[in-house]
């Protein structure tokens, strides 16, 4: 692949070097695009030396009139001419340049004219990461379908320890590999995802709902488009904005989504089950507000239609996914689902407590398998749980081909 490193300023610009390297060595070309604050901490020399091609540092090149025309287009060229661009390290500024469609100097002009997978690497101050601007941005640019590899734990060059360190360039070089190989592998699928929590009216201002935010059910979505796949993400009301190229159908109540799952069964060869459908629902939905003139209000409710047993018992050879929210016994709880709702894997995860499961950035989770395995995958990111639950779900669909 023709790849384009876009290094930005911070102490870690240095590491960029390494990832060059490594990229360099899976067998990429590597044109390095640097920031002016990316210069403060590392000459272009080095990366000119490494990967034997002149760095691009500036918008416009005034060594001559001729030489500023051609360089007033030529951040269209290099966008159009690479395959897939990877920003390591990116700074607090160029994700708000990048979430924000600023262009500004060439990094961030030739990224709006580029149409490829973008991989994003942010390294700061713990602070920084953590800003609600900042987090902001992180969530934006995941939105645009952008894969984001986090930053570790660690001590900062500032003196602090917490989240914000460059994560290493063999981690970066390993996401990178993973858009190069399995960029395509599940085109041909069509993913059914789940994503978020129902609503269920009690009466006109009134309902009853749960704690999920869509975020585990999106970056599932995300993770199958990552790999070619086509989804079709049955979302209930969330605050988040769906991954780019996902066909969102907007549902509200748990009836709204049996209807949307089994009307777009037929076009599913995956259903993952993610969303947290109510249980139960008012039996009766009040056509008025309901006044405030009793003590006391006792509410009769009537279970909703277990949308993934029905999809278990009319799933044909489709790949059916549940998901099962425990707060206890989380392995019985979910090989139990997994024969009872006759899916082909159940990806449990503890809620209730913190960190973790409900509207949490992060997950850890265990997945039931038919053949009675447990595979644990520890806490991480949801997206990069998600990337993993997609990839043992590509894996069980390349078995079942070749069988
Ligand atoms: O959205 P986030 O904030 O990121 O949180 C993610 C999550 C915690 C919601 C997610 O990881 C999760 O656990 N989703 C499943 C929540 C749930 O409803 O679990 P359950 O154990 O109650 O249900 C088991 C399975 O049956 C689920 O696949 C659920 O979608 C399905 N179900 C449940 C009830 C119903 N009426 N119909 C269903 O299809």
């Keep these: ?27 990429h070309t590597v044109q390095v695009v640097m920031t002016r604050s990316a210069r403060e901490f590392i000459q272009p020399l080095t990366f000119a030396a490494l990967t034997g091609r002149k760095v691009i540092t500036e918008l416009f090149d005034h060594s001559s009139p001729e030489a500023t025309l051609s360089s007033s287009v030529e951040h269209i060229g290099v966008a159009q001419e690479h395959d897939l661009l990877v920003i390591a390290p990116a700074s607090a500024n160029t994700l708000a340049k990048l979430a924000h469609g600023l262009a500004d100097d060439f990094l961030s002009t030739m990224y709006l004219a580029f149409r490829g997978p973008v991989v994003i690497a942010p390294a700061m101050n713990n602070v920084m990461w953590e800003h609600a601007a900042t987090q902001a941005n992180v969530s934006a640019l995941r939105a645009l379908g952008h894969i984001l590899v986090e930053p570790a734990d660690g001590y900062l060059a500032c003196g602090t320890y917490g989240p914000g360190r460059l994560a290493e360039p063999a981690v970066i070089a390993d996401a990178v590999e ?16 789940t994503a978020g929590p129902t609503q269920e009216p009690l009466d006109p201002v009134r309902y009853l709902s749960n704690r999920s935010s869509g975020k585990m059910g999106y970056a599932l979505a995300e993770a199958a488009l990552e790999r070619g796949a086509k989804v079709i993400l049955v979302s209930g009301p969330v605050a988040i904005r769906p991954p780019r190229g996902a066909e969102v159908i907007s549902i ?20 993952i089950k993610c969303a947290a459908v109510a249980d139960f629902k008012p039996a009766v939905e009040s056509a008025q507000k309901i006044k405030k003139s009793q003590a006391r209000l006792s509410l009769e409710l009537e279970p909703t239609v277990d949308i993934l047993a029905t999809v278990g018992k009319n799933k044909g050879n489709r790949l059916l996914v549940g998901f099962a929210a425990e707060t206890q016994n989380l392995r019985e709880e979910a090989h139990r689902k997994l024969t009872v709702k006759n899916c082909d894997m159940v990806v449990a995860n503890l809620v209730g407590g913190s960190g973790t499961g409900f509207e949490a950035e992060n997950n850890a989770v265990v997945l039931a398998m038919q053949s009675g395995e447990f595979v644990e995958l520890p806490k991480a990111p949801k997206i990069e749980i998600a990337r993993q639950i997609i990839d043992v779900t590509a894996k069980i669909i390349d078995r079942r081909m070749r069988s």
């Design 252 to 271: 509200r109540t748990a009836a709204e989504m049996l209807d949307a799952v089994m009307g777009n069964l037929e076009r599913a060869s995956v259903v």
């Design 1 to 27: 692949m023709r790849i384009v490193l876009g290094v930005t300023g911070g102490i870690a610009a240095y590491k960029a070097a390494e990832l060059a390297r490594l990229l360099l060595q899976q067998g």
């Design 178 to 193: 993973r858009v190069t190989k399995s960029g395509s592998d599940l085109a041909g699928q069509t993913f059914l995802i």
